[in-house]
């Protein structure tokens, strides 16, 4: 079993549309939780953190439930420069900062 | 300030050959990781550093060395390169205590 699990879509949404991407993890010791975005051919970038009471930031929403060891992302009203690949990256409790991603899910936002 | 770069941006090898990938970071962040991207498999962590002079294996370090002589740098080698190796690198530094991660642009090498 993969430590991080995400659907790896494609997920195919009109503009304006709400789409939640979610993402499972195996490691309870996990201490932090994070969702990066990556374009075509580029490097990932940090999108948002996610911590245990949810956070927004514009048109994204994360959560995290511990207990269930499931994080998910909402994006609100899909602009087509959404159209990247998600992914959902978790830090464990090692001393040197190891992130373990997921294989991302991948949205694309037609007009 | 740059952030992370890395050099080259593409190479082709031939099998057997070797090469040293290059990461550098201007932000004077004490870790540094190597990674390799493949389809359908996500980042997976090949060495890192926690500081100068300093390496130690990750995930999947089998055909690499690497070695961080200086706290800026930290270089990705391929003693003889195999098809297996054929893959997109990136390189990541962070600054402990902080959360966020930046990575390089990337290194695509195709082993023929």
């Known amino acids: 079993r993969k430590e991080v699990e995400q659907d790896p879509g494609p997920f195919n949404v009109p503009e304006g549309a709400t789409v939640a991407f979610n993402c499972t993890y195996s490691n309870s010791a996990s201490q932090s939780f994070f969702w990066y975005r990556q374009d075509c051919r580029k490097e990932p970038k940090l999108l948002m953190s996610v911590y245990s009471s949810g956070n927004e930031d514009g048109r994204f929403t994360a959560q995290l439930n511990r207990a269930s060891q499931y994080i998910s992302l909402l994006i609100r009203d899909s602009k087509l420069s959404d159209s990247a690949t998600y992914l959902c990256?978790?830090?464990?409790?090692?001393?040197?900062?190891?992130?373990?991603f997921g294989t991302g899910t991948r949205l694309l936002v037609s007009p | 300030n740059a952030g992370v770069t890395q050099t080259p941006k593409f190479r082709v090898l031939k099998t057997g050959q070797s090469m040293t990938l290059l990461c550098a970071q201007d932000?004077?962040?004490?870790?540094m990781y190597w990674y390799r991207q493949d389809p359908g498999m996500g980042l997976r962590l090949i060495h890192y550093?926690?500081?100068?002079?300093?390496?130690a294996k990750g995930e999947v370090p089998d055909g690499y060395n690497v070695s961080r002589l200086k706290k800026q740098n930290f270089l990705l080698g391929l003693e003889s390169a195999a098809p297996s190796q054929t893959s997109v690198y990136f390189c990541?530094?962070?600054?402990?205590?902080?959360?966020?991660?930046?990575f390089g642009p990337g290194t695509r090498l195709l082993v023929l």
């Open positions: 550093s926690v500081g100068e002079g300093t390496t």
């Open positions: 932000m004077n962040h004490e870790y």
């Open positions: 990256v978790v830090r464990g409790n090692t001393g040197f900062q190891k992130l373990v």
């Open positions: 990541a530094s962070i600054q402990g205590g902080v959360e966020t991660q930046y």
